[in-house]
T-cell receptor, first 115, second 114 residues
């Protein structure tokens, strides 16, 4: 069965520090994609970064990078030089053929950046 | 990027009335649309998947007679909450998907039933 696990319900981080949000996944499908979304208090889901299971290199998008460790089935999100505007809920999600390409969601991590 | 709109962004209705939420893909054709529900401090819960011109496929535990989904065109899907009750109060999010399975999310609709 497909599953996404985010073990950190909440995190406090000092502004300008780097932060790592954990995500582990479980699937038997060899082809899958991993996503990170940010959800601020307004509610909109903002796509941050994507990693395909066959991608050789870790995905990066500006201050966001995805630490993809396939053997450990982990896909941690790293935010460098955190900003106050980074305070939000962060969700890890997976899409695989076995789940009819629906997104399987983690429980989310609430990140609060302290000034 | 592809844009999805939802209308209304928030709605308050009385118990027993019905509410319709629209989801539109503005600059792409959504072969599939997904409807999610999200309670405070929780993750997204998939309610149903709909393909244009077909009946929606509902997830286990979602009452299809209560949450009516219509996907009339490749750019419009609607969710109607019939005979709404306070427990239906939630944040409803739609997403449109293309043939490449990318999902583009709407901004969400906050429903409060009094």
């Amino acid at each position: 069965a497909q599953k996404i696990t985010q073990t950190q319900p909440g995190m406090f981080v000092q502004e300008k520090e780097a932060v790592t949000l954990d995500c582990t996944y479980d699937t038997s499908d060899p082809s899958y994609g991993l996503f990170w979304y940010k959800q601020p208090s307004s509610g909109e889901m903002i796509f941050l970064i994507y990693q395909g299971s066959y991608d050789q290199q870790n995905a990066t998008e500006g201050r966001y990078s995805l630490n993809f460790q396939k053997a450990r089935k982990s896909a941690n999100l790293v935010i460098s030089a955190s900003q106050l505007g980074d305070s939000a809920m962060y969700f890890c999600a997976m899409r695989a053929e076995d789940s009819n390409y629906q997104l399987i969601w983690g429980a989310g991590t609430k990140l609060i950046i302290k000034p | 990027g592809a844009v999805v709109s939802q209308h209304p962004s928030w709605v308050i209705c009385k118990s027993g009335t019905s509410v319709k939420i629209e989801c539109r893909s503005l600059d792409f054709q959504a072969t599939t649309m997904f409807w999610y529900r999200q309670f405070p401090k929780q993750s997204l819960m998939l309610m149903a998947t709909s393909n244009e011109g077909s009946k929606a496929t509902y997830e286990q535990g979602v009452e299809k007679d209560k949450f009516l989904i219509n996907h009339a065109s490749l750019t419009l899907s609607t969710l109607t909450v019939t005979s709404a009750h306070p427990e239906d109060s939630s944040f409803y999010i739609c997403s449109g998907s293309t043939a490449t399975y990318e999902q583009y999310f709407g901004p969400g609709t906050r429903l409060t039933v009094t």
